[in-house]
Each structure stands twice: as structure tokens, then as C-alpha cells.
């Protein structure tokens, strides 16, 4: 069977179950809930022998199919009739202990999986999952039936909840990485159940729903029905009738399946109504993909922002429409891409916000008239966070130098704020992506600037200022691929507390390396007092400085070395050197008592001076021009003299 399903490029799940009678004997016990009186059944795995030999039997099976990739469940729904004579929180902990160890020990890479629980059962759930069996899980599945009359929205409170109890019973390494498994739900469109058209629409939303919940798996129970009696609950649960008559359930989905193939879902868009829904999905092209339904009566919604902005029907059962981004309103900007203004409601919906809440104000604003001020929550990595294909449209950014930002920090210390751009989806921070940060001063306006490139001009050991009024990032991480930019989000590391921040015009920015000296060697993109800008400014400079030492003749207590005359007198040895000096005295610095004396330089004479000035030179430093022409705005021609300097 596992050879089958692989050559049609499916995954199995097992499920190890039930009984043994070689080990258990048999007891009173209703089958399924709702009998009306108890039979004879073999017990579940209960006892020492029983428990051993079960988790022997799951042991072998996971080394039988090493590297296939199967997924192991330790039992079906032992919280209902499956499970004794009765359902036993403790007898199937001992159970799922034993399993998940002996294959673990057996297999250390087998995929893992429990308690399969049919619906939400608080306490049974509690129970398992604090008795340590996380450590050897890989997900915890559940059964998330409910009645007809609750539709699989009604799912999301209970994975809520249930993530929560994971979290706080995982260990510290595993928290927050053990993911919910939906491993059997459906609805039954028998006559006291849903109908045929319901359990088509229930069928797709249960699986969009489960994504949107980060559900990453979702089994459609069942493949067809078990019979042909219409009143029936159990005959009627499938996606065919029993001679594999398609029915509206697998008409609807084969629909999904096709409209959604190679797509990824990106979110829930915001600014609707809670009974709508409507999610945005994307592809590796960044083609987008909107899917939506309500949970109330029919009616349509505009998506504004989006292309072509054209209606959308909403109705129970998903609909498909075929998005593309529309262009960011608000300032342009020159020689550069704008990205995102947030001047519209429909700007607000191109990114996800993650631990944080975004609106629109007019304060903080840029080029534009409005910013937004974003609420970083105190936890780890708080952002916005944009995608290629909503957030931006285009991933291949060769052709820009830099991601901008305008950043006004209302707080009353500095803010430190990182941008990260990812080359791929399977970016985790320190592969496949780059992280600039920068601390943003209290009650500071600034544009922020990530240099898209941590790479320097050949022959230099560090890079310019190449954006000098902007606050430029320090960058770090792996070398990026910028003709397949897939995301880029702007967080805070570890806020100690709420931290509210106002953003407004990112952008991308050309490169700007070229043209760094002039004719002087001087830097390009600043101006100070004493820059030189034409040739008689050296005339008067000099003529200035002069001027000035005349005024200000050196001090009388100074030798021809400009060390201190009157001062402490060392050895002389004829160069500078460094000292360390208590009361005039040089001495070793070992021998030094705590906290006394200091270091000096010594001129030849032996008298101590203080320089300031410009280190790390000598007479052998050149500008290399071969190579790094374009660095230059302007350079002697091949003829002229200065040409050979």
C-alpha cells in the first residue's frame, strides 16, 4: 500500500489500533455512542503485556517503512467508543507513552502524531497532553466534529484553545513548533444532517478554514458514503455515493483543488464584515488569488485597491476570483519605487501584521498626508510583514541600491528597528536572508535605509555613507539573491514594552555608489566648512591658516615637539613611544596599584604630549582608480599630466 500511494505522490497515515484478544479479554462495552445496550468486545490495550506488545507491534511497523515518510497515529478516538470497556484518559496516556518511546528508540525520524481525540474534550485532552508524551510527538491530531448546525468556522476558538494547552505543557524547545493535525471531520448530508449543497460548501471551507488556522493537514471524512439509507448519519458522511456517484462534495473540491494548485494562502483580508471571509492566496509568480464566502445571506463586496476592482459575490459556497495588485496611491518617488504609502484603506490590507495593529493617522506623514501608526505588541519580533504579489509586486530588485523608510519615534528613548529581506520562503532569520538595523532616536523624524548590498567598493575597508541624510542600517546575513525577492518585513527585536511607531512611504532606492569623489578625493554627498569646491579655495585656505597661527602662536611650554616642556621628564630614546605614568614617574603597568596612573605618549625628548588628530596612514596609502572608475565624478583625461599621479 505505502508503494502505491508514493507512485501516485501521496503521504499515508496509519493509525496504530485497537485490540488484541491474544492479550485483552473480553468485556462489556458499547461499540459507538447511542447503542442501546453493551456487548462483548475485546479490551483495549490496558494491561502491562498488552501495552508492551502494542507499542512492539508499532515499533516494527515504523522500521518496516524507514524514509517513507509515513505519519503514525496511536489510536482512533480513545476518548469515545473505541477505547474498553470505557473511555480512560489514564489507560491511554500509559498506552501513548509506551508507543512514542519504543518507536523513537526504533526509528528516531518517524513522524508521530496523537491522541486523535473525536471533538474537544478539555479535560481528556489536559490529561494527555501533560503527561509528557509531547516530547515524542510531532503533532497532535483531533477529530473536530460538531453538529450541523456549526459550521467549521466555529473550529478556530477551539484550535485557540487547544495551541494554548500545547504551549503550556511542550517544553521550552518545542514550544510553539508542534503543530495541530486535522486527521478526520466531516458532515453527513443524511436526512437529520446537512444538505447535499451545504455539505459541499462545509467540505471547502472545512479545508480553507484549517489553513487559515494553521492547520496544515485536513482529511474529508469520508472518501463515499457507507450506504444507501438516506437516513442514516454514518452511510452518509461521504464525497460520493456508495457506487462512486460523484456528489456536490467532490465536485466542490476537485473545483478547489484546480483553482488553488501551486497557490499558498497569503491571509484573511481585513475591512470586512466578521461573517465574511475572503482569502488572498499567491503563487511563485506572485499571482494572486482571492477565495471568499459568508456566513450570512448573499451579497457582494468590493475590494478596493485590488486589480481589477471589480465586485466579488459572496455566498456559502467559496467563490474564485483571479487579483492582481493595484498601483500604491499617494507620493511618488523620484528615481525610486514606492511600495507602500499607507495613504488608503487598500493599503492597509497589502501587508500581514503580525503581534501588532496598524491604522491611518495625519500625523507622522511624510510626502504624503498620511502615515501609519503601528502598535508593536512586547513580544519577540513584532512586524509587517510584505510578499511579493501583495505587498509588492515585482521580486526582482537588481536594479535598486536600498528599502527606505520614514520612521517617526514618538517614545521617549530610542527605538531599534530591523528590516529583514528574504530571496526565499524558507527564510528563518539566518539563511536566505539579510537583517539591517538601526537604533531610531526618542522624539526623532528619520528616513531609515537598509542597504541592499553589505558589500564594499573594491580597495576600500568600509563602505560610505552612501544615503548621508538618512539614517543608514548595519546589515548582516547571507548573501541574498535580489532577482527573487519573495518578502521583506520591518520589526522590532525584543520591544520591552508597547511600542507604537509611525511609518510612512516605504520605498526602494537606486544605487547610489557612483560618483563618490570629486576631483579633490573629497566625498560628494555632503558639504562642510573648509570643503574644498574650486581651486582658489586652497589660496584662501592657506592664506586663512596662516593667518590664524600668527593669531595663535603655539604655547610657550612647548617643546619643538609639541610635547609639554615644563613637564615630567622620562627617558629619552630618540622616538615616540608610549608610557605609563604615576606621579611623573614611569613604571610597569603590572606593578601599578588598582586604579592609578595612565598611559602617555612620550615625545624623542622624553616629555609627554597629546595628539589629536587623523591615525592609521602612512606614506605608502594611494587611491586605486583601475577598477573603480565610476566611483569618481571626475578624472583627468588619458593627455593630461595629472593623469599619471
Not at 189 to 204: D, E, H, I, P
Not at 233 to 247: A, S, V
Not at 599 to 620: C, E
Amino acid at each position: 500500500m505505502t508503494a502505491h500511494l508514493e507512485q501516485r505522490g501521496l503521504r499515508a497515515l496509519y493509525i496504530l489500533d485497537y485490540v488484541n484478544g491474544l492479550y485483552e479479554p473480553m468485556v462489556d462495552a458499547r461499540r459507538a455512542v447511542g447503542e442501546p445496550a453493551p456487548e462483548k468486545h475485546v479490551a483495549s490495550p490496558r494491561h502491562p503485556e498488552s501495552v508492551a506488545a502494542f507499542a512492539r507491534r508499532a515499533a516494527a511497523a515504523a522500521v518496516h517503512v524507514r524514509g517513507r515518510h509515513v505519519l503514525w497515529e496511536i489510536y482512533n478516538e480513545p476518548n469515545g467508543g473505541f477505547w474498553r470497556p470505557k473511555p480512560d484518559a489514564a489507560e491511554y496516556t500509559t498506552l501513548a507513552l509506551a508507543t512514542t518511546k519504543a518507536i523513537r528508540e526504533a526509528e528516531p525520524s518517524a513522524n508521530i502524531i496523537a491522541p486523535a481525540m473525536s471533538g474537544f474534550e478539555w479535560k481528556y485532552m489536559e490529561s494527555v497532553l501533560q503527561s509528557g508524551v509531547l516530547e515524542f510527538l510531532d503533532g497532535v491530531s483531533v477529530h473536530p466534529y460538531r453538529d450541523p448546525n456549526h459550521p467549521p468556522e466555529t473550529a478556530a476558538a477551539d484550535y485557540t484553545r487547544l495551541r494554548e494547552l500545547i504551549d503550556r505543557f511542550a517544553t521550552e524547545s518545542k514550544r510553539g513548533k508542534i503543530p495541530i493535525l486535522s486527521g478526520e471531520w466531516g458532515y453527513a448530508s443524511n436526512t437529520k444532517g446537512v444538505s447535499l449543497k451545504t455539505q459541499a460548501a462545509f467540505a471547502v471551507r472545512q479545508q480553507l478554514c484549517n489553513l487559515l488556522n494553521g492547520v496544515p493537514l485536513s482529511i474529508w471524512y469520508d472518501w463515499k458514503n457507507d450506504g444507501h439509507d438516506p437516513a442514516d448519519n454514518e452511510q452518509n458522511f461521504g464525497t460520493g455515493k456508495e457506487d462512486l456517484e460523484p456528489k456536490p462534495a467532490y465536485t466542490a473540491l476537485k473545483t478547489m483543488t484546480a483553482e488553488l494548485n501551486g497557490y499558498r494562502l497569503e491571509r484573511r483580508l481585513d475591512g470586512l464584515a466578521e461573517s465574511d471571509f475572503v482569502l488572498l492566496f499567491v503563487n511563485g509568480a506572485g499571482a494572486c488569488k482571492a477565495v471568499g464566502w459568508t456566513l450570512a445571506d448573499p451579497h457582494v463586496v468590493h475590494l478596493t485597491g485590488w486589480q481589477p476592482e471589480d465586485s466579488l459575490e459572496l455566498g456559502p459556497l467559496p467563490r474564485y476570483a483571479a487579483m492582481a495588485l493595484g498601483t500604491p496611491s499617494g507620493a511618488q518617488v523620484n528615481n525610486g519605487l514606492l511600495v507602500n504609502s499607507f495613504e488608503t484603506s487598500a493599503d492597509l490590507l497589502r501587508f500581514t501584521r503580525n503581534n501588532c495593529s496598524v491604522s491611518s493617522s495625519t500625523e507622522g506623514g511624510t510626502d504624503g498626508q498620511k502615515a501609519a501608526p503601528v502598535v508593536f505588541s512586547n513580544v519577540d519580533w513584532p512586524n509587517l510583514h510584505f510578499k511579493v504579489g501583495t505587498g509588492f509586486a515585482n521580486g526582482d530588485w537588481r536594479a535598486w541600491g536600498a528599502v527606505a523608510v520614514d520612521i517617526l519615534n514618538i517614545n521617549p528613548a530610542s527605538v531599534t528597528v530591523d528590516i529583514r529581506v528574504d530571496d526565499d520562503f524558507s527564510a528563518d532569520g539566518a539563511k536566505h536572508c539579510q537583517t539591517g538595523s538601526i537604533g531610531v532616536p526618542a522624539g526623532h523624524k528619520a528616513t531609515v535605509v537598509m542597504p541592499l548590498s553589505k558589500s564594499v567598493p573594491p580597495g576600500m575597508k568600509g563602505g560610505p555613507p552612501i544615503y548621508p541624510d538618512a539614517l543608514q542600517m548595519n546589515v548582516s546575513g547571507s548573501a541574498i539573491d535580489l532577482s527573487h525577492i519573495v518578502a521583506f518585513q520591518v520589526f522590532l527585536p525584543t520591544p520591552s514594552r508597547q511600542t507604537t511607531l509611525f511609518l510612512d512611504n516605504i520605498r526602494l532606492l537606486p544605487p547610489t555608489l557612483g560618483g563618490l569623489a570629486d576631483q579633490y578625493g573629497q566625498f560628494t554627498r555632503a558639504d562642510w566648512p573648509g570643503k574644498i569646491h574650486q581651486d582658489v579655495d586652497f589660496q584662501k585656505q592657506d592664506t586663512e591658516e596662516r593667518q590664524w597661527l600668527a593669531a595663535n602662536p603655539k604655547p610657550p611650554d612647548r617643546d619643538i615637539y609639541g610635547a609639554w616642556r615644563d613637564g615630567p621628564l622620562l627617558t629619552k630614546n630618540g622616538f615616540f613611544r608610549t608610557a605609563f605614568v604615576i606621579n611623573g614617574q614611569e613604571v610597569s603597568p603590572g606593578s601599578a596599584p588598582a586604579n592609578q596612573g595612565r598611559w602617555w605618549l612620550v615625545a624623542p625628548s622624553g616629555r609627554l604630549f597629546f595628539s589629536l588628530g587623523v591615525d592609521v596612514i602612512d606614506y605608502g596609502e594611494t587611491t586605486r582608480v583601475a577598477g573603480r572608475e565610476s566611483l569618481f565624478d571626475w578624472l583627468p583625461g588619458s593627455g593630461d599630466p595629472q593623469a599619471g599621479e
